[in-house]
């Protein structure tokens, strides 16, 4: 029975932070208090330290064939990399191929996960595909844990579903106390936008953000929050980029609506300069929705102080330069979709968010572990230092400091769009289920650790 005594830290969880002990033992946290005093276990001093818990993000690709090629990090690699940079429960996407049941789907994506991860992860499946019967097939989805469905506006003839399908699979997944993760951008439109540039020999991969304005984001939300008060059913919008789409997140929301929305950690971060890079180099920030500007970035951080957008992920896509990015170097539709930062996410939102003053450690639980494990059927097991949760736990040092290169990462990219960056705070301890799996910035952990978990409806 092996026991770890976390002595003198701050204790910080969504609602409070308390300067503390805490006692893990058989995975589980067993106590928190004052100056506890434990016979047998092993003692780290987090005297000046922040105990939180660690990261959920509910927004990955892992291993995933999107357009011509797949995802550079399977599951081994991609949670290895959330582990080091603090992130200790992931939710992936399981892509349903165009043909394939949706109960397929998904054991495809339990066979590219088994024995390969080194924290716990679930599931959601993208609906993309809806052949007869699929709707009914959606309960055997929530039966094995899976109590989030995601759809796609965008990506027509290929993944976007049309908004009768979309209504199919709000009512149902509703009815069945799901939620529908929603993609909105008006795919028929940026098709043609699309088609446009290229046609007026325009290729060249910083039109990404000119073929995708964010009217087109806007409109898509609208829409969808329309057809989700026809089904009757919750909605919640991934990687939402704008101040539009975050208004009318609240607008929503003030009439009572269940209508919710995340960001992730580059639109708050990155701007549209990265698409004046030369050489190519643009296509590492064609990832969708693309990067917005300062307008956009201030609206995205009050939606988020004000409580309209309760969730940060990392839409973790990653494409590398070399190799896939190319894909596109003679059109920028063909360049691969996506972005990376599951090693990133948690660190940027500290150092930016909390030591940039923007918000405070208890918003950064929340946004960061809390609210994600909330909203999918996680918590209290995870997203809470408390007695009987999972003792899913990081360490983090406010004085020291961590520096994002591509050369250090974990992550299996070649570039890193945060390069250069140097951030407050550096996470020195990172524990899954009371095993320290990493421990400043190094990997400790073991692929196969990780366990499947079954999700409640909420
Ligand atoms: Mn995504």
């Not at 990493?438 to 999700?455: I, T």
Request: one cysteine or more; hydrophobic letters at 40%.
């Amino acid at each position: 029975m092996k026991r770890i005594h976390l002595q003198g830290g701050t204790v910080v969880n969504s609602g409070s932070s308390v300067v503390a002990d805490v006692l893990i033992e058989d995975g589980c946290v067993v106590a928190i208090g004052k100056n506890l005093v434990v016979e047998d276990a092993e003692a780290i001093d987090c005297a000046g330290r922040y105990v939180m818990p660690g990261g959920v993000d509910v927004h990955t690709h892992l291993d995933a064939p999107m357009m011509n090629t797949k995802t550079a990090d399977d599951f081994a690699s991609g949670t290895r990399a959330a582990a080091v940079g603090g992130t200790t429960t992931i939710v992936d996407f399981a892509l349903q191929a165009k043909g394939q049941k949706l109960e397929d789907a998904l054991n495809g994506w339990h066979q590219k996960a088994i024995d390969k991860c080194a924290i716990d992860y679930g599931f959601h499946v993208a609906i993309t595909d809806l052949y007869d019967g699929a709707i009914a097939d959606i309960e055997g989805l929530v039966r094995s844990g899976v109590t989030s469905m995601k759809i796609y506006m965008a990506y027509k003839g290929a993944i976007m579903l049309d908004d009768g399908e979309m209504y199919e699979v709000l009512r149902e997944s509703g009815r069945l106390g799901a939620k529908t993760c929603v993609h909105a951008e008006n795919g028929d439109v940026i098709d043609r936008i699309s088609a446009n540039l290229v046609a007026s020999g325009k290729t060249g991969p910083e039109n990404h953000a000119l073929s995708r304005p964010p009217a087109t984001e806007v409109e898509a939300v609208n829409r969808a929050i329309a057809v989700s008060r026809i089904a009757d059913a919750p909605i919640y919008f991934v990687h939402l980029s704008t101040g539009g789409a975050t208004e009318a997140v609240a607008e929503a929301q003030l009439n009572g609506w269940p209508v919710a929305g995340e960001t992730c950690t580059h639109y708050l971060t990155l701007g549209p300069d990265l698409y004046d890079l030369p050489d190519f180099e643009a296509a590492k920030a064609v990832l969708t929705p693309p990067l917005r500007d300062s307008n956009h970035q201030e609206a995205l951080w009050r939606g988020l102080n004000n409580g309209t957008l309760g969730i940060v992920s990392s839409d973790h896509c990653p494409f590398c330069f070399v190799g896939q990015k190319d894909l596109g170097r003679h059109d920028f539709r063909a360049i691969p979709n996506g972005g990376a930062g599951i090693e990133d996410r948690m660190r940027v939102m500290y150092g930016t968010g909390v030591a940039g003053g923007r918000i405070s450690l208890e918003q950064f639980v929340a946004l960061t572990s809390t609210n994600p494990a909330k909203s999918f059927g996680m918590f209290p097991t995870k997203g809470f230092v408390g007695i009987g949760a999972d003792a899913d736990i990081i360490v983090l040092d406010p004085a020291a400091t961590t520096h994002i290169s591509a050369a250090t990462q974990h992550q299996a990219l070649d570039y890193n769009l945060w390069e250069g960056w140097t951030l407050p705070g550096a996470i020195t301890h990172v524990f899954s289920r009371g095993e320290l799996i990493a421990s400043n910035g190094r990997f400790v952990g073991r692929e196969g650790h990780g366990n499947y978990l079954a999700r409640s409806a909420v």
